[in-house]
């Protein structure tokens, strides 16, 4: 089994198998999506945030080093359960000198079915900060958001980048930060999406992202302008959102939110999304 990092040509491969593992019913887990929003820092920053474990020529494991210390990690689903696999990712984790995640303080986010889950808690590693994953199916049409909604494409580019400073405190984001999301491929089957009030003013934005027809598309970020909160552009975008991801086919709208951000969930469930079990990450202290 092989630990590699992709480097901008085999991103393709890692965004391929992400999308072919997304089905109804999977547990919370890395979608290409999150890929696509990675790639805001560029290709050349995405493919050295991911990791991917290969065996017998076929990607059996992906991970996304999401921030100092973080990895976001699935697998095959049929994998899942794969002891092999499960150690030697234990293995390569666990070793800073592996290359994957440094040493202290760590976080890794994995389908809560798959056996590193076991392994991990076996070595000592706790629950960290719970999440909340949401879902809506999208058989039948989603209702009018209630607000005008709008795509963005290049020229509102700067639009969408504003709200997301607005929605987020520590946000860097930047009108050069889309054009390098956009230019990536997992956004070929992405939409961002901003909705304004009655004045004109952008009051609330959402990237959502497909992967393909028949699978659970994501939505990765939704924010809503700090002067426009509680004024139900929440719901509004929330909705939009999930309309978009229904244009483009998906079976369903995910999303997960820190469940100590009860706003957020009251603002999921009120556009039609439907609460899962809370899921934790692994949590190393040292």
Not at 225 to 252: D, M, Q, T, V, Y
Request: glycine letters at 12%; aromatic letters at 6%.
């Amino acid at each position: 089994m092989a630990l590699g990092t992709p480097g901008v040509d085999g991103l393709d491969d890692a965004v391929g198998v992400l999308r072919e593992w997304q089905y109804e019913g999977a547990p919370a887990q890395l979608h290409p999506g999150d890929l696509g929003w990675y790639w805001r820092a560029g290709a050349e920053a995405t493919a050295e945030a991911v990791r991917t474990w290969r065996r017998d020529g076929r990607t059996v494991a992906v991970g996304l080093l999401d921030g100092p210390g973080l990895l976001r990690l699935t697998t095959a689903p049929d994998a899942r359960r794969d002891e092999e696999l499960a150690r030697r990712l234990v293995a390569d984790v666990t070793d800073p000198r592996r290359g994957v995640l440094p040493g202290g303080p760590a976080d890794i986010e994995a389908p809560r079915d798959a056996l590193i889950h076991d392994l991990l808690t076996d070595a000592g590693w706790t629950g960290g900060e719970p999440w909340t994953p949401l879902h809506r199916d999208l058989t039948a049409p989603v209702r009018e958001p209630g607000a005008r909604i709008e795509a963005v494409g290049p020229g509102k580019a700067h639009v969408y980048a504003a709200v997301q400073r607005a929605a987020f405190d520590a946000s860097t984001f930047t009108e050069e930060r889309w054009h390098a999301m956009a230019a990536g491929p997992p956004f070929g089957d992405a939409r961002c999406l901003v909705a304004y009030d009655d004045r004109g003013d952008a009051a609330a934005a959402v990237t959502v992202w497909s992967a393909g027809p028949g699978r659970p598309g994501l939505l990765e970020p939704m924010g809503v302008h700090r002067e426009h909160r509680r004024r139900g552009f929440g719901e509004a975008i929330s909705l939009a959102a999930a309309a978009a991801l229904r244009e483009l086919g998906a079976s369903s709208a995910v999303v997960c939110t820190p469940s100590s951000n009860i706003a957020a969930v009251a603002t999921y469930e009120s556009a039609g999304f439907k609460r899962r079990p809370e899921v934790r990450d692994l949590h190393r202290n040292a």
